[in-house]
């Protein structure tokens, strides 16, 4: 079964812009959730979709924004880019919201 | 407040060394407890984790860790590191078995391995 699949790998964007990033779930995985990755905060949940609905939070600002497609394949925005959104942004799909997640190689975004 | 510190930022150890990764944790309920590992370019993998009862838990790879109430602690060990091993580790605490969106994570522990 392929894992979990994220493009692209690595992002240079400037400020100002905007960035999608896509992520694509292990076959059958309803959950897919994302993280983003920075060396002085560690991992942050973003948020979490479950069959085309927004199921779980975390604390970010609106910029940060996502959605599922019927395929359970899942893409998040990032508008009006900011130096500190420079980040590995992680995806990771589960059957279930309580089942154990496995992860993507996650997306290099760099902030210019 | 709640929160997970790994003391080693990086440990460096020789290839059949034994390995031991340290995990503390603040936290004011039960405590659920995970280890996760991320090679370079890989996502994270789950290596281990705790729920309850025998505090000793086995996990993939080799890996075992310790639950230590009393030192509010889960220490990472292998008693021969091989080369693959080599990789980010990051020690977790969380509120539920299997809801991994509330989990606290640590900063992470760097770890080399000499040939």
């Known amino acids: 079964k392929a894992g979990v699949t994220q493009t692209p790998r690595y992002l240079i964007k400037t400020r100002g812009q905007q960035v999608t990033l896509s992520c694509s779930p292990i076959?059958?995985?309803?959950?897919v959730s994302w993280y983003q990755q920075t060396p002085g905060q560690g991992l942050q949940f973003l948020f979490e979709?479950?069959?085309?609905?927004?199921?779980n939070k975390g604390n970010f600002p609106g910029r940060f924004s996502g959605r599922q497609f019927s395929n359970s394949r899942s893409e998040m925005n990032v508008s009006t880019l900011e130096l500190g959104d420079s980040a590995l942004y992680l995806c990771?799909?589960?059957?279930?919201?309580?089942?154990?997640?496995?992860f993507g190689p996650g997306t290099r975004l760099t902030v210019l | 407040a709640q929160s997970v510190t790994q003391p080693d930022i990086h440990i460096t150890v020789s290839e059949g060394a034994s390995l031991e990764l340290r995990c503390n944790y603040s936290y004011g309920a039960t405590p659920y407890l995970f280890w996760y590992v991320q090679s370079p370019g890989q996502g994270l993998q789950l290596l281990l984790k705790y729920f309850s009862g025998d505090t000793l838990v086995q996990g993939i790879k080799g890996f075992e860790a310790e639950f230590k109430r009393s030192q509010s602690s889960f220490n990472l060990r292998k008693p021969s590191v091989h080369w693959s091993d080599a990789a980010e580790y990051f020690c977790a605490v969380g509120a539920s078995a299997g809801n991994n969106r509330k989990l606290i994570w640590g900063l992470g522990t760097s770890l080399a391995v000499n040939p």
């Open positions: 076959s059958g995985h309803r959950s």
């Open positions: 979709y479950f069959s085309e609905t927004q199921r």
């Open positions: 990771a799909s589960s059957f279930e919201t309580e089942d154990t997640q496995y």
